[in-house]
Nanobody, 119 residues
Framework: QVQLVESGGGLVQAGGSLRLSCTRS????????MNWYRQAPGQQRELVAS???????NYADSVKGRFTISRDNAKNTVYLQMNNLKPEDTAVYLC?????????????WGQGTQVTVSS
């Protein structure tokens, strides 16, 4: 059984920083890419950042220059370093992984971690 577990959310003042982690476990052969999404109340889920197994990254315009996605393959973990946080970054942050498991490719989601930025 594959699991994705996020951690690192919390309450921070505007201008502050947080680092989110997403750790995958289970009978995973490899990962193709992983994403961080966020969803604020009443809003659509937004793709924030992506990273491939080769290390290529991509970011939403709203977070470029402030957020950094990275991976530690030895720890099966992807991170989202969030700097200069703004109140509009407040949301539940979820990670999604596109994985090779038991001979097929599937998407898996974590449970989400709340990030709240106060003004």
């Amino acid at each position: 059984q594959v699991q994705l577990v996020e951690s690192g959310g919390g309450l921070v003042q505007a201008g502050g920083s947080l680092r989110l982690s997403c750790t995958r476990s289970g009978r995973i052969f490899s990962f193709n890419f992983m994403n961080w999404y966020r969803q604020a109340p009443g809003q659509q889920r937004e793709l924030v950042a992506s990273i491939t197994s080769g290390g290529s990254t991509n970011y939403a315009d709203s977070v470029k220059g402030r957020f950094t996605i990275s991976r530690d393959n030895a720890k099966n973990t992807v991170y989202l370093q969030m700097n200069n946080l703004k109140p509009e970054d407040t949301a539940v942050y979820l990670c999604r992984a596109n994985l090779w498991v038991l001979g097929k490719v599937s998407d898996y989601w974590g449970q989400g971690t709340q990030v709240t930025v106060s003004s």
